[in-house]
């Protein structure tokens, strides 16, 4: 019998709606502010990751991601092995009579469910699983919060995609880290007809890395200091309040500011950083148009280091909405799903934009590649979808 | 004889490099920051008008600009034509003997030397011109920084045209405004190797105005105040000094700050304000690869509110700097004058271009219009090219 221990989990992608941006400590990924974001469900997008090890395995960790090797020797990962490594340790000191997997090579396998060149985040959720599977290989009695605090070294957002729902990331104050952790503010189950739409922008080329700009930001933007000072604590208790009481309105606006805070302090920086584009402003138009129609505010833009929007919307808004994208976008990938042929193209919200603000939709029309229809989602599962098989080989699928 | 009593003068164009935006008394033009600005050469962009008053004209004041009747009945038309005709009438109460020109309807005629389509803010050199035209008719001992004041009210950047060279407004702290004003930092010969060099996008359509943007910017950003507070204080007196040093790497990197923090602002006012588009971004980019060519700062650029790239640059730089432009955009107006003749197209720094950012090539191409050569000028000057002729009838051209 081969020696061979494995462990599975998926993890899912979270996008903020308070932003993370700006380091307080780049080696222990400590941010300047605090931030909250939204799990998506992981039906649409979700990382799975087999962690295992064995004393059979050559020397050295390895990580394959989507079938290719990664190189492991970086700063972020290293500080995750090594971390759960200690905690394994400890396990192994207080029973000698478990098996010592802290020395052994880990193989980590991992895939996502979604295109690599949707240009999501994938750093949040691959970090999340990596940690997750890894301490459940390790049999560690540590709760998500505590793992969180691993998971940030890995990606600072990785953090939060160890908690389904509605997910807080303290920024903390102490010069170790240690009480910079993610927090669940509620769970999927407190308000589950939170929407999500992303629109997939095609961009001619990647931009800024967020390590560098973010780290740029800090050091030259004299507009930023205000967001760590003032602006974030003050919507950190807005948004928990709004999605305690499932305010809608307050939500969405809270969310709309706050990416246009983080973009605003990218464009302050010198040299500027730019992540949005004429399409970007073009679906911020349209939501601005669909909210000014609704006579209320029933849509949320935000936007990550990147051009794609990510539209927030309750379900009971889906044809106003989604409705509308498909009417223009219907063409596009990401309606095959059953929601998505559930939802009608919804001509008259098209009529409607194109009497307020018609250049918008060519630009959506052509900027747009595909589109993915989600919503707020549980946190990290356990799976038995193994990656590694029982002889230690990657399952090849 | 006819009694027709009438004034000419030209009036410049001034682009800020430390921006004016936000009003702390929207009534009175005062604003919440200080700004500078370079005013520009009236060989290329100039207003001309003639103010005449007459005891024959029907009663009622008129303004016809570019052969197009005016509204005067707005309140900063009025404030400027009701401050000039108090100063008239203190001079008609001393000296009994003076026709008393206050109590006759004004006539104003007014022409711009560059195309309207072009979306450069006409208003600085407009009310800028009518101010110093009623001035001259009405004999006023007032210099420019009196002056100004008057022309704050019609329009808060005018004050800033009725000076040559480089020119700053302070902000002031009074509430009657009285401190508010114009001032020159350096006459134009002080440092008179300043070009600039005006890309023309063309917008789809035209964005917010300037007037309720900033006070939406005022009423709803959070990052805006530290602009008044600390940012622009401090910039003021560096660029004060980068003019009088002829230091043009400073004078051009807080040129480039301020503008990315004004548009900064702008988007962190909700709903969002963009006048930058993709056009802007691609000469941002552009600039930024001259530079780093050049292995030093040569060019800034600036934007006001709209998509126009203004880039500054030294004379001696015009080939690197106009050369590339002119090879990239030859076929576009703007070229044809003397100077723009002169300019050779600079294939090497296409090249350059091509190599580092290759993708703004076509957007540039695509979205530039039409180019405006020109540099640091005068100010107002007072012509005998009168717009209204000796009958009081408006001169046909």
């Known amino acids: ?93 207080e029973k000698p009579e478990v098996p010592r997997l802290s020395h052994f090579p880990l193989h980590i396998v991992s895939e996502n469910n979604f295109p690599t060149a949707a240009g999501l985040a994938s750093s949040a959720a691959g970090f999340a699983a990596l940690v997750r599977a890894i301490a459940d290989l390790y049999e560690l009695p540590t709760d998500p919060t505590e ?93 928990a309040k709004a999605i305690t009481d499932k305010d809608f309105e307050t939500f969405a606006k809270v969310t709309m500011m706050d990416s246009n805070s983080f973009h605003a302090s990218c464009l302050d920086t010198y040299p500027p950083i730019f992540y949005l584009n004429d399409v970007s402003r073009a679906a911020i138009k349209a939501v601005e148009v669909i909210n000014a129609a609704a006579g209320k505010i029933i849509a949320a833009y935000t936007f990550d280091a990147g051009p794609n929007a990510v539209i ?26 059953e929601r998505g042929a559930a939802i009608q193209a919804n001509a008259a919200a098209v009529k409607t934009l194109e009497e307020e603000a018609g250049v918008v939709i060519p630009v959506i029309k052509e900027g747009v590649s595909r589109v993915i229809l989600t919503g707020v989602g549980e946190g990290p599962v356990k799976s038995e979808e193994h990656l590694v098989d029982e002889q230690g080989q990657v399952v090849s699928r």
Chains 1, 2 share one sequence.
């Not at 909250?36 to 469900?41: C, E, K, M, P």
């Open 1 to 93: 019998m081969s020696e061979i221990y494995r462990s599975t989990t998926t993890a899912p992608v979270n996008i903020a709606v308070i932003k993370y941006w700006g380091k307080r400590d780049p080696k222990l990924n400590l941010p300047t502010n605090s931030s909250l974001s939204v799990t998506l469900s992981q039906a649409d997008l979700r990382t799975l990751t087999t962690a295992s090890c064995s004393p059979t395995y050559p020397t050295g960790d390895t990580l394959l991601i989507n079938g290719q090797s990664q190189d492991v020797s970086g700063a972020r990962t290293q500080a995750c092995f090594h971390a759960l490594r200690e905690l394994r340790k400890d396990i192994e000191y």
């Open 147 to 239: 793992l969180s605090r691993i998971a940030r070294q890995g990606s600072g957002s990785a953090c939060r995609s160890l908690f389904g729902g509605y997910v807080g990331w303290e920024r903390g104050t102490r010069m170790d880290g240690k009480d910079s952790m993610a927090f669940q503010v509620a769970p999927a189950s407190h308000w589950p007809d939170m929407r999500a739409l992303i629109l997939v922008v095609s961009a001619a080329k990647k931009g800024v890395s967020s390590t560098t700009g973010m780290q740029t930001t800090v050091a030259t933007s004299t507009l930023f200091p205000m967001r760590p000072k003032e602006v974030v604590p003050r919507r950190m208790k807005e948004m």
């Open 312 to 337: 927030y919307y309750l379900a009971e808004h889906e044809a106003a909405i989604a409705g509308l994208f498909k009417a223009i976008l219907g063409d596009k990938d990401g309606w095959e799903n």
